[in-house]
């Protein structure tokens, strides 16, 4: 199967190197209003590998200072594995693919820039318009990173399911893009806070591929490694999950492939702990939060709730599936050479 792919590609030429077609159209042009890093262009161009980071998570997910270290960090991580960083975000306006130093600290200053929106798929073009500044959730981020070329996506946890979505209708659109945009998101898994077996059962709905990551098939729950049910697949190295990439762009699926990478498991301990707080939190009455807050608001009080606890567990689930998505990109980009 192998080498019969990789004839398909050679044989196909630039129809199976969608990269190189993004790169030729409209993003690259100036019709829209992308801007790469230098060294992310680069990357794109001579196909080296590449991932893609998220902006939320630095904008609505983390306090300062916190945010922009782990940024750095999570950056330096990507860096580590041979493939080059590319956090995804909106400056005035204009899709920046790869931010310099001060970039990131304009988005993680959040006590002097007030104006930072959190932006999911609905909110890119009207923010574009409005020439705002703004983080780009997984929804969003997957929507530009596949504009701009990139495959392999790291960040920590996935939106889903609220508890009580099936009244409230409160489904992360993290879900719906997963349905129809073809990037592999590496993540931690699916918050806690989140109704788990409902997020997987909309994703199986959706066409999402599922793939636990490591020596078990537990689904993991981004401060946990266990969340109590199991993923549908898993891989136990960068080169499988790579593999799994590469057929289904060859497969020319438009929906994406989530990796579900658990903590490590010298967290798993806290995990629980942390777990304990995520139940109180939801107990308690967040007057006047709906929609886009809920998370963020929910995220802060268990960081309260836990002396800051779970804010070290985040950074370690992030620092850890930077890693991952770093490895993956590598294996990729060594299959479509
Ligand atoms: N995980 C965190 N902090 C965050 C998020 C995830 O620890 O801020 C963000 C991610 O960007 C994710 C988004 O895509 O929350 C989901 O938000 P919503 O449920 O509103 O779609
Ligand atoms: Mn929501």
């Given at each position: ?175 719906t893009e997963l349905g129809r945009t073809n990037v ?19 994703l199986e709905t959706q066409g999402a591929a ?38 289904s762009?060859?497969l020319r699926l438009q929906s994406g492939t989530l ?79």
């Amino acid at each position: 199967l192998y080498s019969a792919t990789r004839t398909a590609v050679c044989r196909n030429g630039a129809r199976n190197l969608p990269l190189k077609r993004t790169l030729a159209t409209a993003a690259i042009r100036g019709n829209l209003p992308f801007e790469y890093d230098p060294e992310v262009l680069d990357a794109l161009k001579t196909g080296k590998p590449v991932v893609a980071l998220e902006s939320t998570i630095i904008t609505h997910g983390m306090p300062y200072r916190v945010n922009l270290d782990t940024s750095i960090s999570v950056e330096n991580i990507v860096r580590s594995t041979g493939a080059v960083p590319a956090t995804i975000a909106l400056l005035s306006g204009r899709i920046h693919v790869g931010l310099s130093r001060p970039q990131l600290e304009r988005i993680a200053d959040t006590e002097n820039n007030k104006g930072l929106v959190k932006l999911s798929r609905r909110d890119l073009a009207p923010a574009i318009a409005a020439k705002r500044d703004g983080g780009t959730t997984i929804a969003g981020t997957m929507v530009l990173a596949e504009l701009a070329g990139i495959k392999v996506f790291a960040t920590g946890g996935l939106g889903g399911v609220h508890r009580g979505g099936e009244t409230s209708m409160d489904v992360s659109a993290d879900l719906t893009e997963l349905g129809r945009t073809n990037v592999a998101v590496v993540t931690s898994g699916v918050k806690s806070i989140l109704d788990i077996g409902r997020t997987l059962e909309y994703l199986e709905t959706q066409g999402a591929a599922v793939v636990s990551y490591g020596k078990t098939d537990d689904f993991p729950a981004f401060y946990s490694p266990k969340s109590g049910f199991k993923s549908p697949w898993r891989v136990n190295s960068p080169h499988e999950a790579a593999y799994i990439l590469h057929a289904s762009h060859l497969l020319r699926l438009q929906s994406g492939t989530l990796i579900a990478v658990p903590i490590p498991e010298q967290y798993a301990a806290s995990g629980a702990k942390i777990q304990e707080a995520v139940e109180q939190a939801l107990l308690e009455d967040m007057p006047g939060v709906t929609g886009r807050d809920v998370t963020p608001a929910v995220l802060r009080r268990v960081v309260e709730l836990t002396g800051g606890l779970a804010l070290e567990n985040n950074i370690a689930l992030i620092e850890n599936t930077a890693l991952v998505g770093g490895q993956i990109a590598v294996e990729y980009a060594k299959m479509i050479k």
